[in-house]
């Protein structure tokens, strides 16, 4: 996160038996471009078709609300 300091907070998830996600949260739109264009999704564009059985799904959503636990 050092890197992608607009990176709030990320999520990796487990659906079923072969079914992953990664659920990532940012500061604003900026840093989400930043993501997206940065060096994780390029380096899983060159090794992809070998660890993955699918090309991504990738989803753009907005978060309407959220509980602070503090």
């Known amino acids: 996160?050092?890197?992608?300091?607009?990176?709030r907070v990320?999520?990796?998830?487990q659906v079923d038996g072969?079914?992953?996600g990664i659920f990532d949260a940012?500061?604003?739109e900026a840093?989400?471009?930043e993501h997206l264009n940065g060096r994780i999704p390029?380096?899983?564009?060159e090794v992809g078709d070998d660890l993955l059985a699918a090309?991504?799904?990738?989803?753009?959503?907005d978060v309407l609300a959220v509980k602070?636990?503090?």
Do not use: K, N
């Open 1 to 7: 996160m050092a890197e992608e300091p607009a990176t």
């Open 10 to 13: 990320w999520y990796a998830f």
């Open 18 to 20: 072969s079914t992953f």
């Open 26 to 28: 940012f500061e604003d």
């Open 31 to 33: 840093g989400r471009q």
């Open 42 to 45: 390029a380096a899983l564009g």
């Open 55 to 61: 090309a991504p799904d990738i989803r753009l959503v």
């Open 68 to 70: 602070d636990p503090a």
